[in-house]
């Protein structure tokens, strides 16, 4: 008998508690402020007649029962559309046209279902509900000879309310198709941003690391030999660690801009420190700083890779303008046996330039003869 007596305790605070939490949510979408608790001051004319007169016992059941039936299911209307919105339309058409012999206030109840049109999400079905509206209440009230004081009110009333219903739901749509647009739009702007980041942070670190790497061995190899070159060496993995830290700061607040003309001298550096030798040949040439960066970079990622995956002894490098297009090139012997050469495959630094060059208008184009040659075309008019 206890168990029984727990379940329905258990049973009765679960209803309960559903009661609370239906109570608690918002009666109306957010959207919609509180504009639909005032439209209900219309009622006022539904109330006007009992100003002067005193209902019956009858007629004051049916204005609680009518008052009943409408709240629910006005507020409900607000959260649904389609076959939904015809039921809810239906029901307040009916309450209005019930009323009509009885108060002339019923008209309210017509113009509340023709504002219900508005509800379908489709403009033509919008204007077709309404019309369906006010057809219905004017062919009854003829049918059923309705006094003119309860159709004509609920008929012309009807019109501005419900367009400006249907006008003001399809703004609201509109906007918040545009909030969602545009929440889409910082999504992915802050995904590219990351990407870029995450590029940039890649070609300075991965370059970076590597010449640290190459002189820490270098000065390795120097430290029972030569100490003033190994000091030399150690000097510069200092001054180029400083650097980098400098230039990763910079990346991550988006304001980088190292100039090719650093990175060229940066590029002869550790191509002379890994025994590369570098031939250049560099036209005067004014660039923009957008594809001035996207050359540096360029140039940067090459030669990281050329001191960390090839044997090249020389590296021949150009940059020209021909024809308003920048001309960038640089090639490495490093695959000086042709029946071993093999495929290259793109990492996060070839990928990254290749992203950076079509952002632009250009073209790049990765090919294999005695070395690894990159040849990068960018269209000088891209950058205004």
Same mark, same amino acid.
């Given at each position: 008998?206890?168990?029984?007596?727990?379940?329905?305790?258990?049973?009765?605070?679960?209803?309960?508690?559903?009661?609370?939490?239906?109570?608690?949510?918002?009666?109306?979408?957010?959207?919609?402020?509180?504009?639909?608790?005032?439209?209900?001051?219309?009622?006022?004319?539904?109330?006007?007649?009992?100003?002067?007169?005193?209902?019956?016992?009858?007629?004051?059941?049916?204005?609680?029962?009518?008052?009943?039936?409408?709240?629910?299911?006005?507020?409900?209307?607000?959260?649904?559309?389609?076959?939904r919105a015809v039921f809810c339309i239906v029901v307040i058409l009916s309450l209005g046209l019930g009323w009509a012999n009885y108060n002339f206030g019923g008209s309210s109840f017509v113009i509340f279902a023709a504002t219900m049109c508005s509800r379908f999400q489709q403009?033509? +079905?919008?204007?077709l509900g309404l019309f369906l509206v006010l057809a219905t209440a004017a062919l009854v009230s003829y049918v059923m000879k309705f006094p003119t004081y309860f159709w004509i009110p609920a008929v012309i009333f009807s019109i501005p309310s419900a367009m400006g219903a249907i006008?003001?739901?399809?703004?609201?749509?509109?906007?918040?198709?545009?909030?969602?647009?545009?929440?889409?739009?910082?999504?992915?702007?802050?995904?590219?941003?990351?990407?870029?980041?995450?590029? =940039?942070?890649? +070609?300075?670190?991965?370059?970076?690391?590597?010449?640290?790497?190459?002189?820490?061995?270098? &000065?390795?190899?120097?430290? +029972?030999?030569?100490?003033? &070159?190994?000091?030399?060496?150690?000097? =510069?993995?200092?001054?180029?660690?400083?650097?980098?830290?400098?230039?990763?700061?910079?990346?991550?607040?988006?304001?980088?801009?190292?100039?090719? @003309? *650093?990175?060229?001298?940066? &590029?002869?550096?550790?191509? =002379?420190?890994?025994?590369?030798?570098?031939?250049?040949?560099? +036209?005067?040439?004014?660039?923009?700083?957008? #594809?001035?960066? #996207?050359? @540096?970079?360029?140039?940067?990622?090459?030669?990281?890779?050329?001191?960390? *995956?090839?044997? &090249?002894?020389?590296?021949?490098?150009?940059?020209?303008?021909?024809?308003?297009?920048?001309?960038?090139?640089?090639?490495?012997?490093?695959?000086?046996?042709?029946?071993?050469?093999?495929?290259?495959?793109?990492?996060?630094?070839?990928?990254?330039?290749?992203?950076?060059?079509?952002?632009?208008?250009?073209?790049?184009?990765?090919?294999?003869? *005695?070395?690894?040659?990159?040849?990068?075309?960018?269209?000088? *008019?891209?950058?205004?």
């Amino acid at each position: 008998m206890s168990q029984i007596n727990q379940a329905d305790q258990a049973s009765t605070l679960n209803f309960s508690e559903k009661l609370r939490s239906l109570w608690a949510k918002p009666w109306i979408p957010s959207r919609y402020g509180k504009a639909p608790f005032f439209w209900m001051l219309s009622f006022v004319i539904f109330g006007w007649k009992y100003l002067y007169e005193t209902p019956g016992t009858f007629e004051l059941a049916m204005i609680v029962l009518s008052i009943c039936l409408f709240l629910p299911i006005y507020l409900y209307s607000f959260w649904i559309s389609g076959w939904r919105a015809v039921f809810c339309i239906v029901v307040i058409l009916s309450l209005g046209l019930g009323w009509a012999n009885y108060n002339f206030g019923g008209s309210s109840f017509v113009i509340f279902a023709a504002t219900m049109c508005s509800r379908f999400q489709q403009k033509r +079905d919008a204007y077709l509900g309404l019309f369906l509206v006010l057809a219905t209440a004017a062919l009854v009230s003829y049918v059923m000879k309705f006094p003119t004081y309860f159709w004509i009110p609920a008929v012309i009333f009807s019109i501005p309310s419900a367009m400006g219903a249907i006008i003001g739901e399809r703004l609201g749509r509109a906007n918040e198709k545009l909030f969602r647009k545009q929440e889409e739009i910082e999504h992915l702007a802050a995904l590219a941003e990351r990407e870029r980041i995450a590029r =940039d942070l890649h +070609d300075l670190l991965g370059h970076t690391l590597s010449v640290i790497t190459l002189k820490a061995e270098l &000065a390795k190899k120097l430290f +029972d030999k030569d100490s003033a &070159a190994c000091k030399k060496e150690i000097i =510069d993995i200092e001054r180029t660690a400083r650097q980098a830290l400098a230039e990763v700061r910079s990346a991550v607040l988006g304001y980088r801009d190292t100039g090719l @003309a *650093h990175e060229l001298r940066g &590029a002869k550096n550790t191509l =002379d420190s890994a025994q590369v030798q570098l031939e250049s040949e560099v +036209d005067v040439v004014q660039l923009p700083a957008a #594809i001035e960066n #996207i050359i @540096a970079l360029a140039l940067r990622e090459a030669v990281t890779n050329i001191i960390r *995956h090839s044997n &090249a002894s020389a590296c021949h490098l150009s940059l020209k303008l021909i024809e308003q297009d920048i001309h960038f090139h640089i090639s490495d012997n490093g695959f000086r046996d042709a029946q071993k050469t093999p495929e290259i495959e793109k990492g996060n630094g070839l990928t990254g330039m290749s992203e950076r060059v079509r952002a632009m208008g250009g073209k790049m184009l990765i090919s294999i003869k *005695h070395g690894v040659a990159i040849d990068i075309q960018i269209p000088l *008019h891209s950058a205004q």
